[in-house]
Nanobody, 124 residues
Framework: QLQLEESGGGLVQPGGSLRLSCAASGFTLDYYAIGWFRQAPGKEREGVSISSSDGETNYADSVKGRFTISRDNAKNTVSLQMDSLKPEDTAVYYC??????????????????WGQGTQVTVSS
């Protein structure tokens, strides 16, 4: 059974950093694009970043230059390095998998499998 599990969330001060990890089990990442999404209280879930199976990446404008997505297919993990964090980055962060070799748009509809999410809170 295809499963995703996020880890690495927590409380951090503005300007700080966190590194989220997404561990996949039941399938190999070689054939999937992996995306990171987030949902803040009272807001819709939005795309943050995405990595295709061969490492091509894309980012939401709001996180470009601050977040970096990377993947280790051998370890079946995808990470999201988040630097220069802002209070508006506070949200539950989810990783999701799309069964494609291409780089899909940062839209939920392209992703079939989701993790349970990890809370990121940016506050002083």
């Amino acid at each position: 059974q295809l499963q995703l599990e996020e880890s690495g969330g927590g409380l951090v001060q503005p300007g700080g950093s966190l590194r989220l990890s997404c561990a996949a089990s039941g399938f190999t990442l070689d054939y999937y694009a992996i995306g990171w999404f987030r949902q803040a209280p009272g807001k819709e879930r939005e795309g943050v970043s995405i990595s295709s199976s061969d490492g091509e990446t894309n980012y939401a404008d709001s996180v470009k230059g601050r977040f970096t997505i990377s993947r280790d297919n051998a370890k079946n993990t995808v990470s999201l390095q988040m630097d220069s964090l802002k209070p508006e980055d506070t949200a539950v962060y989810y990783c999701a998998a799309a069964p494609t070799f291409e780089l899909p748009p940062l839209l939920e509809t392209f992703f079939r499998s989701w993790g349970q999410g990890t809370q990121v809170t940016v506050s002083s």
